[in-house]
């Protein structure tokens, strides 16, 4: 069994920031590319932020600037840095990786972070 695990979420004003965690536990041989996604209420999931095994990132439009992707030494953590944070960056942040583990090499996702930027 492969588990995420995220934590950080909570409540800022805007122009806060927040970070975001997560591990990957479980049986495990290699953790490839992991990231964020995010789904606000009545939309899609998106994707927000991604980092390869060789921590090459990517990012959604709408965070490039504001938001940084990285990875832990043993790899099997992710960290999403926010800042700037704007009410529309409200959602549940959900982490994702591809994991080479007993059963294969498969795509994992976490029960999601809820980020709430109000005043």
């Known amino acids: 069994q492969v588990q995420l695990v995220e934590s950080g979420g909570g409540l800022v004003q805007p122009g806060g920031s927040l970070r975001l965690s997560c591990s990957a536990s479980?049986?495990?041989?290699?953790?490839?590319?992991m990231g964020w996604y995010r789904q606000a209420p009545g939309k899609e999931r998106e994707l927000v932020a991604a980092?390869?095994?060789?921590?090459?990132?990517n990012y959604g439009d709408s965070v490039k600037g504001r938001f940084t992707i990285s990875r832990g030494n043993a790899k099997n953590t992710v960290f999403l840095q926010m800042n700037s944070l704007k009410s529309e960056d409200t959602a549940v942040y959900y982490c994702?990786?591809?994991?080479?583990?007993?059963?294969?090499?498969?795509?994992?996702w976490g029960k999601g972070t809820l980020v709430t930027v109000s005043s």
């Open positions: 994702n990786a591809n994991i080479w583990g007993t059963y294969g090499t498969m795509d994992y």
């Open positions: 980092i390869t095994s060789g921590d090459t990132t």
């Open positions: 479980g049986s495990i041989f290699r953790v490839n590319a």
